[in-house]
Structures are given as C-alpha cells and as structure tokens.
C-alpha cells in the first residue's frame, strides 16, 4: 500500500512563503505523475498543479501561475510546492495526488491512484 504523507503546511501572512512537501512510501514513486490538489472550507476540492513523472511537464491553475512552483526529487520519493505571494484565498486544506497517468491528475479525475491525508494552510490578511 502506497502512502503519501504532506507537510510543510502553517499559518503565513499574506504576501509570504510556504513550501509544502509530499513524500511517498514506494519503489516506483519515479513511474508515477503527481499533482497537488486544495479544498477550502465550504468548497470543492479543486486541482492545484501536476508534474509528470520525469519533472518535464508541469501544468497549473490559473489563480497560481506565477506564485506557486512545483518540483519533485525522485532520488528522495518527494514532490513539492513552493507558494510565493500567498493570498488569504489560498487558505485550505491541500492533498497530495499520485497517479500513472499525467492528464487524469490535470482533469482532476475520479479513482486516481493515491492521496494523502492533506496539509492545512492558512493565509492570514
């Protein structure tokens, strides 16, 4: 069984910094996409960024272009998410993803492989 731990998460004001870290617990994290993925309260989950899994292709949403990178090590099983100008709509709970195919993790499909239990940001104004 394949676990995927977030951390990284806190308490920032807005304009700051955070970067958030998923490490996975398998042998073949380095065949896998992954993406990050928020829900705020009262809110849908919605799709956040995608790597694909040689790190050539990243794929964003557009209320984060720009702010937020992400980046994985496969040497370390871990993918990240640095958040630069963050924005108290950017406070939620954000969820590590991982999945065999890239394009299910951009359309945010049902039935992807893996999550994680999730990583609380709060964005203060």
């Known amino acids: 069984q394949v676990q995927l731990v977030e951390s990284g998460g806190g308490l920032v004001q807005a304009g700051g910094s955070l970067r958030l870290s998923c490490v996975a617990s398998?042998?073949?994290?380095?065949?896998?996409?992954l993406a990050w993925f928020r829900q705020a309260p009262g809110k849908e989950r919605e799709f956040v960024a995608a790597?694909?899994?040689?790190?050539?292709?990243?794929y964003y949403v557009d209320s984060v272009k720009g702010r937020f990178t992400i980046s994985r090590d496969n040497a370390k099983n871990t993918v990240y998410l640095q958040m630069n100008s963050l924005k108290p709509e950017d406070t939620a709970v954000y969820y590590c993803?991982?999945?065999?195919?890239?394009?299910?993790?951009?359309?945010?499909?049902?039935?992807?492989?893996?999550w994680g239990k999730g990583t609380l940001v709060t964005v203060s104004s």
């Open positions: 993803a991982a999945d065999s195919q890239y394009w299910r993790l951009v359309h945010g499909s049902t039935g992807l492989d893996y």
């Open positions: 790597i694909s899994w040689s790190g050539s292709s990243t």
């Open positions: 398998t042998p073949t994290f380095s065949r896998h996409a």
